[in-house]
């Protein structure tokens, strides 16, 4: 086996430019978190005003936060969950180069999809509740969701935990180096099991994020609902997590030019191939295999707007294949641009599926419309600017990133503004 | 070296096959969910006898404390909510099929299995005597997922309302005015005798003898509730020309809602052994392979 890729700090100078418009982007969040907490989740002009903070209704009682900010979000964080399934539970140590960056971005993303869902809570000082075993009712698809997300949230961090004492353990007051030594000796003895909890806790929200719409039999499309949901959101987690480490890779190389280990992302990248064709199979399968009942058809008809929903599915399934083929292709995939390309489109289709799971293929009812209000998105937009600010900043300062050369240091000029 | 690694994957191979082969929407029974009790209590409302008055719907706000909703008016005289929302709990609408219309009385099922129920966190939604679904904001954190699940529409939410302080925004759902001994006041006001309240059983007993004393009188010739979604303790009567699906009750399977998601939920976290037993599969490969990595490369200090 090749000598460890060791990870170090980018360094280099903090206060860029780009930083400081991530910073301003981070402030405005701040802005309309007040906004929310004072005003509401619609803010002081209602959710059908062109500055409404949320569009969100008694009809569209979820908006666009849940599927982008929670469940896209921390399905791009699923490439800590991916890469560490391959690297721990499949012992492919090659990959390790890739863990650290993963775990970090993970973090960030868990970090804020968890806050995001604080926010949007309307009842938010009454969250301590989902502590009291006695109350709990273990029927509820979103308890185990809320109980499982945060618990993860804890261990991303913990083991985002080695790259800052590593730091520290170098520092020159020899108190806090020894501290961090000790504490850095005893997590490695409880490492496995915390990356053991690492990959059961996300096998299990990921699919309970698709198991929240099982309720919704009437109101969701037939072409979405299925008791298959959590199994086809636990795929296409995985596959949304290899993208992300795809393209987190390649975009700190650009921002950066840290060395790209481009053989390696080759290889890691044949695995979501095959669990997209096992998932096509599935998806398609299972909507063949619902429509033959006459109640799903009838539903289906009832629903309406056939062309508009078969548009969406559609779209989906070839996005997926189009991947697929894609990293099948030995040529396309260990091309840095066509990797980077089929990357992306890891992430867009994992995302198109969630989106339509909550939201297009979600029918309240006759009269209820959804469209977010500018706002909204800012609210999201903004709130991602926050994970790449975080992101940034322990990348330049602690060892996470890996091919970054010991003489590039002062290197970064410019940085990753848009994510 | 080879074969004792081979064991090790194929160990997490099966943990795994099992973990997956337990989230398969397998039709498991183990779930018993809600029954029907005997003093469970509901209403009945007939269609063809509603005149649109609305008094139900004034009753309810009186007896409920509920502010009146001029929006539509824009501040004008009417209380004129045009659905269920924050401030209303019943409503009075026109449900149209074809040419044909007759009124519908909104208000929440009080289904026998109720979804929201299923899907609340922490029993803030719950059932309490007379199979009546109440709320309680106490234990309610505002998710709003009853609002995804109830596939009536009914629980509503007080958007307008933000801070935790006096005017907390809570969920707003009919409780068949269980704060008061007399009961319903919708029932209570009714001129026309289009909804009643009583015991589910009576209530099912008289709904079923109308159907059968005027054959064809009454839509699919049969009551809305009996079995839909498992049932439900508010029972719906359609003139014969107005679909339930006009009225605004949709076409629900007979088993109750949540037994989907239970039953996947229930099957995969049994005794929480898919979920141990991939922890444990996990462990034992990670600490065998750092006892064979030990003499190669050091990994991650």
Known sequence: ?419 | MKISRRNVLKGLATAGVAATAASLPVAADAREGYQVQADDVGMLFDSTLCVGCRACQTACKVRNKLVTDTRETQGGVYDAPLDLNGNTKNVIKIAQDGSATTYMKMQCMHCVDPACISVCMAGALHKVAGGITAYNAATCVGCRYCQIGCPFNVPKYEWQKSLPIAEDPKIVKCELCRHDQRGPACCEVCPRGAVIYGKRADLLKEAQRRVKASPGKYAEDRVYGEIDGGGTNVFYLSPADVSFKALGLPTLPREPLPALSENVQHTTYTLGIAPIALFTALTVVQLRNRGKGEQGHKEEK
Not at chain 1, 200 to 208: A, D, E, F, G, V
Not at chain 1, 262 to 270: D, E, G, K, T
Not at chain 1, 365 to 381: D, N, Q, V
């Open chain 1, 1 to 419: 086996m090749a000598a460890h890729v060791h990870e170090r700090p980018l360094g280099g100078a903090i206060l860029t430019p780009a930083f400081k418009f991530l910073l301003a982007l981070c402030g405005v969040w701040v802005l309309l978190v007040l906004v929310r907490l004072v005003w509401g989740l619609n803010g002081p002009f209602g959710y059908d005003t062109l500055l409404g903070v949320s569009a969100q209704s008694d009809g569209y009682a979820w908006g666009i936060w849940k599927p982008l900010n929670v469940v896209t979000f921390t399905g791009i964080s699923a490439g800590a969950f991916a890469i560490g399934l391959l690297t721990y539970g499949f012992n492919k140590g090659e990959y390790h180069p890739l863990v650290r960056s993963a775990v970090m971005a993970g973090a960030m993303g868990y970090t804020l999809g968890g806050t995001s869902i604080m926010i949007d809570l309307g009842r938010y000082w009454n969250l301590w509740v989902i502590f009291v075993p006695s109350w709990l009712n273990w029927n509820s698809v979103l308890l185990e969701i809320a109980l499982c997300v945060l618990a993860y949230t804890l261990v991303l961090w913990v083991e985002v935990a080695p790259s800052i004492l590593e730091k520290l353990q170098a520092s020159a007051t020899p108190a806090t180096a020894a501290r961090a030594k000790g504490i850095l000796g005893g997590l490695k003895k409880v490492m496995p099991f915390v990356i053991s909890l690492a990959i059961l806790l996300p096998t299990m929200h990921q699919s309970s994020l698709g198991g929240l719409f099982m309720v919704a039999h009437t109101k969701t499309h037939p072409y979405w609902h299925t008791g298959w949901l959590p199994a086809l959101f636990l795929m296409t987690c995985l596959t949304m997590g290899f993208g992300a480490v795809v393209v987190i890779e390649n975009l700190t190389t650009i921002a950066w030019g840290k060395k790209l280990d481009q053989a390696l992302l080759a290889r890691v990248s044949v695995v979501p191939a095959y669990i997209l064709v096992a998932y096509i199979v599935i998806r398609v399968a299972d909507v063949f295999w619902r429509f033959r009942d006459p109640v799903i058809l009838a539903r289906f008809e009832s629903m309406g707007s056939p062309l508009f929903y078969g548009a969406f599915f559609l779209l989906e399934l070839v996005l997926f294949g189009v991947a697929a083929a894609m990293l099948f292709n030995r040529k396309l995939r260990e091309n840095r641009g066509t990797l980077f390309g089929a990357g992306l489109l890891l992430l867009f289709s994992g995302a198109l599926y969630r989106f339509d799971t909550y939201l297009v293929a979600y029918q309240p009812g006759a009269g209820w419309k959804y469209f977010p209000t500018p706002l909204e998105i800012l609210f999201s937009i903004t709130l991602a600017a926050i994970g790449v600010t975080v992101y940034v900043l322990f990348v330049k300062l602690f060892p996470i990133l890996s091919g970054v050369e010991a003489t590039t240091a002062p290197g970064g000029q410019k940085s990753a503004a848009s994510h």
